[in-house]
T-cell receptor, first 112, second 114 residues
Framework: DQQVKQNSPSLSVQEGRISILNCDYT??????FLWYKKYPAEGPTFLIS?????DKNEDGRFTVFLNKSAKHLSLHIVPSQPGDSAVYFC???????????FGTGTRLLVSP | DTGVSQNPRHKITKRGQNVTFRCDPI?????LYWYRQTLGQGPEFLTY????????KSRLLSDRFSAERPKGSFSTLEIQRTEQGDSAMYLC????????????FGPGTRLTVL
């Protein structure tokens, strides 16, 4: 069963506009959520995280929003840059679980 | 470079052969994880260590797979009698905290079984 779902396999955005990547989860025990970015031939790189006690976390151009009632989170990138083009993975965990559960990823393409 | 390193980066082998991968975590990280990623999927958890103790193994880790972390430093993942279905990217990650916090990934070892 896919406990973390990223239903959009790809997203195309113009440079300077907002990119919104979505993620849904089914396991209500998850209390910690992360976004990773992955370039080809590299391992995933941590971007930003959020604990379930918050509904928003910002880091520069990146903001993650968490809607616990809907079991939904989203990553906003503003403004988008061509260097942001990569595959973005949503991941989830909970205290004591000791591992990350990943979604299938969304490929973001930011065109100049 | 003080990040997670993995060797080799690429491995091509024939079905039935044994292969071994190595992971060097960020120094002083006491937790080390192995994941596998296949095309179109996100990384899937295989196993993790706290120091030298292997504390959890996924059902994905069949009897042909074995992982070790002697002395709580580097780790090795061995696959015996490789099958074509073992072809994947094998990722190693480390973390200094309790599970749930960010994990730092290495570049991965891409295995191709012919």
């Amino acid at each position: 069963d896919q406990q973390v779902k990223q239903n959009s396999p790809s997203l195309s955005v113009q440079e300077g506009r907002i990119s919104i990547l979505n993620c849904d989860y089914t396991n209500s025990m998850f209390d910690y959520f992360l976004w990773y970015k992955k370039y080809p031939a590299e391992g995933p790189t941590f971007l930003i995280s959020i604990s379930s006690i918050k509904d928003k976390n910002e880091d520069g151009r990146f903001t993650v929003f968490l809607n616990k009632s809907a079991k939904h989170l989203s990553l906003h990138i503003v403004p988008s840059q061509p260097g942001d083009s990569a595959v973005y993975f949503c991941a989830a965990s909970y205290t004591g679980f000791q591992k990350l559960v990943f979604g299938t990823g969304t490929r973001l393409l930011v065109s100049p | 470079d003080t990040g997670v390193s993995q060797n080799p980066r690429h491995k091509i082998t024939k079905r039935g052969q044994n292969v071994t991968f190595r992971c060097d975590p960020i120094s002083e990280h006491n937790r080390l994880y192995w994941y596998r990623q296949t095309l179109g999927q996100g990384p899937e958890f295989l196993t993790y260590f706290q120091n030298e103790a292997q504390l959890e193994k996924s059902r994905l880790l069949s009897d042909r797979f074995s992982a070790e972390r002697p002395k709580g430093s580097f780790s090795t993942l061995e696959i015996q009698r490789t099958e074509q279905g073992d072809s994947a990217m094998y990722l190693c990650a480390s973390s200094p905290y309790q599970g749930g916090d960010e994990q730092f990934f290495g570049p991965g070892t891409r295995l191709t079984v012919l």
